[in-house]
C-alpha cells in the first residue's frame, strides 16, 4: 500500500459496490459535423492542425501497473510488466501559436499499447472538470463565444446570457484563473474528469475518477517567472526533464462513494476522497518538433480494454464522432502536429 491507501482495497471494492452508475439520459446530440463547424467558427481554422489541443509535441512513454491496480481489474494495462505508451502534450485551444505561459489549460493524451492488440486512449487535462454538462451546452457555448464577423469579437450580452443560463460552463474557467501558471508540462496534474469503473476477475467493481499526479510534485511560476520564461518554452522544458529522467506520473484513482456524481464532468469528486495508485507512467523520448506516432491518433477515452468501462457520462460518450470527423479533415488538409 503507498501513503494514499488509508483503507484496503477489499473494503474500497466493497464500498464502491454500492455504487450504481446513473443510467444515461437520452440527449439529441449535435451533429458531429455542425459541432466541428462551431469549433472552427469560434476558436478558428488553422489546416491540418487539431481543433483543441492543436499546439502539441509527440513523446513515448513507459508505463507499470500497481498491485493495488490488478486487485481491481483484470485490464492488462496493470499486469505489472512494460506498457509502451505513446503521449502527447499540448497546451488548449485551436491556435498552434498559443502561448506557453498564461493560465490556461494544458494536455496529457495517452494511447497505451496493450498486449493482444488492444488499445486504451485517454484525453486527460489540467483541470479537475470539464468546460460543459452535455454536448448540447458544449454547443452553445461555443455559440454564444463566436466572433462577430464586423467586431471580431463575442457579443458580450450573448455570452452573459447563455452563462447566466449555463453557470457549469463558468467553472473551468475560473479553475483556471485560480491557479498559476504550469512551470512544466510534467509538473501538473491531470484529470481524466469522467468517471471510469474497474472490474476484476470476481466481478467486483470499483468507480472513480482518475488523476495523473507528477512524481516530483505540482510546479508553478509566479506571474513574473512567467512573463520571463516568454511564450514557447515547454517543448524545450520537456527535452530536458526527460533526459534527466525526471519526468514520470503517478496513475491515481480517487474512489467514489455512495452519492458522488459520475455521470456530470463539471461536477469533481468531493475533496479527500481516498485514492490508490493503479501505476506509474514515465516519459523516456521526445520526438523532433512537428513529428511523432501521435500525429494522427484521435485519443478518444471511450476507447478501454477489458477491465475498465466509462460511466454514463453524456459529454463523455458524445467524443468519439467529432474526434472522427475533425481527424478527416486534418488528413484531406495534411495533418500537422
Same mark, same amino acid.
Given at each position: 500500500?503507498?501513503?494514499?491507501?488509508?483503507?484496503?482495497?477489499?473494503?474500497?471494492i466493497?464500498?464502491?459496490?454500492?455504487?450504481?452508475?446513473?443510467?444515461?439520459?437520452?440527449?439529441?446530440?449535435?451533429?458531429?459535423?455542425?459541432?466541428?463547424?462551431?469549433? =472552427?467558427?469560434?476558436?478558428?481554422?488553422?489546416?491540418?492542425f487539431?481543433?483543441?489541443?492543436?499546439?502539441?509535441?509527440?513523446?513515448?512513454?513507459?508505463?507499470i501497473?500497481?498491485?493495488?491496480?490488478?486487485?481491481?481489474?483484470?485490464?492488462?494495462?496493470?499486469?505489472?510488466?512494460?506498457?509502451?505508451?505513446?503521449?502527447?502534450?499540448s497546451?488548449?485551444?485551436?491556435?498552434?501559436?498559443?502561448?506557453?505561459?498564461?493560465?490556461?489549460?494544458?494536455?496529457?493524451?495517452?494511447?497505451?499499447?496493450?498486449?493482444?492488440? =488492444?488499445?486504451?486512449?485517454?484525453?486527460?487535462?489540467s483541470?479537475?472538470?470539464f468546460?460543459?454538462?452535455?454536448?448540447?451546452?458544449?454547443?452553445?457555448?461555443?455559440?454564444?463565444?463566436?466572433?462577430?464577423?464586423?467586431?471580431?469579437?463575442a457579443?458580450?450580452?450573448?455570452?452573459?446570457?447563455?452563462?447566466?443560463?449555463?453557470?457549469?460552463?463558468?467553472?473551468?474557467?475560473?479553475?483556471?484563473?485560480?491557479?498559476?501558471?504550469?512551470?512544466?508540462?510534467?509538473?501538473?496534474?491531470?484529470?481524466?474528469?469522467?468517471g471510469?469503473?474497474?472490474?476484476?476477475?470476481?466481478?467486483e467493481?470499483?468507480?472513480?475518477?482518475?488523476?495523473?499526479?507528477?512524481?516530483g510534485?505540482?510546479?508553478?511560476?509566479?506571474?513574473?517567472?512567467a512573463?520571463?520564461?516568454?511564450?514557447?518554452?515547454?517543448?524545450?522544458?520537456?527535452?530536458?526533464?526527460?533526459?534527466?529522467?525526471?519526468?514520470?506520473?503517478n496513475?491515481?484513482?480517487?474512489?467514489?462513494?455512495?452519492?458522488?456524481?459520475?455521470?456530470?464532468a463539471?461536477?469533481?469528486?468531493?475533496?479527500?476522497?481516498?485514492?490508490?495508485?493503479?501505476?506509474?507512467?514515465?516519459?523516456?523520448?521526445?520526438?523532433?518538433?512537428?513529428?511523432?506516432?501521435?500525429?494522427?491518433?484521435?485519443?478518444d477515452?471511450?476507447?478501454?480494454?477489458?477491465?475498465?468501462?466509462?460511466?454514463?457520462?453524456?459529454?463523455?460518450?458524445?467524443?468519439?464522432?467529432?474526434?472522427?470527423?475533425?481527424?478527416?479533415?486534418?488528413?484531406v488538409?495534411?495533418?500537422?502536429?
Amino acid at each position: 500500500m503507498n501513503k494514499h491507501n488509508a483503507t484496503s482495497i477489499g473494503s474500497l471494492i466493497a464500498l464502491a459496490g454500492f455504487i450504481s452508475c446513473i443510467p444515461a439520459v437520452t440527449h439529441a446530440n449535435p451533429d458531429p459535423n455542425a459541432m466541428v463547424n462551431q469549433f =472552427e467558427a469560434t476558436n478558428g481554422k488553422f489546416d491540418g492542425f487539431r481543433r483543441s489541443g492543436a499546439k502539441g509535441i509527440c513523446a513515448t512513454g513507459e508505463f507499470i501497473g500497481s498491485a493495488e491496480g490488478r486487485k481491481i481489474s483484470t485490464a492488462s494495462a496493470f499486469n505489472g510488466k512494460p506498457i509502451p505508451v505513446i503521449v502527447r502534450f499540448s497546451v488548449g485551444g485551436a491556435n498552434p501559436k498559443a502561448a506557453d505561459n498564461t493560465k490556461s489549460q494544458r494536455n496529457l493524451a495517452l494511447q497505451f499499447n496493450l498486449p493482444k492488440n =488492444e488499445v486504451w486512449q485517454m484525453g486527460n487535462i489540467s483541470a479537475p472538470v470539464f468546460g460543459s454538462a452535455t454536448p448540447e451546452q458544449l454547443m452553445g457555448r461555443l455559440q454564444s463565444l463566436q466572433p462577430d464577423p464586423t467586431t471580431k469579437a463575442a457579443d458580450p450580452a450573448k455570452v452573459k446570457a447563455f452563462a447566466d443560463a449555463n453557470p457549469e460552463v463558468l467553472i473551468q474557467g475560473k479553475y483556471f484563473a485560480s491557479q498559476a501558471v504550469p512551470a512544466s508540462y510534467v509538473a501538473t496534474n491531470y484529470w481524466g474528469v469522467h468517471g471510469y469503473g474497474f472490474s476484476n476477475a470476481k466481478k467486483e467493481k470499483v468507480w472513480g475518477k482518475y488523476v495523473f499526479e507528477p512524481v516530483g510534485g505540482v510546479q508553478t511560476l509566479t506571474d513574473e517567472e512567467a512573463k520571463a520564461k516568454g511564450p514557447n518554452f515547454l517543448f524545450d522544458d520537456l527535452r530536458q526533464r526527460v533526459m534527466a529522467g525526471n519526468a514520470a506520473f503517478n496513475f491515481n484513482l480517487e474512489i467514489a462513494q455512495a452519492g458522488d456524481i459520475l455521470t456530470n464532468a463539471t461536477v469533481p469528486l468531493p475533496e479527500g476522497r481516498k485514492k490508490i495508485t493503479l501505476g506509474v507512467l514515465k516519459i523516456v523520448a521526445v520526438a523532433p518538433d512537428g513529428t511523432g506516432p501521435c500525429l494522427n491518433i484521435t485519443f478518444d477515452p471511450n476507447i478501454m480494454p477489458a477491465g475498465v468501462e466509462g460511466a454514463a457520462d453524456p459529454m463523455l460518450r458524445a467524443r468519439t464522432a467529432p474526434y472522427a470527423v475533425s481527424l478527416g479533415r486534418r488528413i484531406v488538409e495534411g495533418s500537422k502536429q
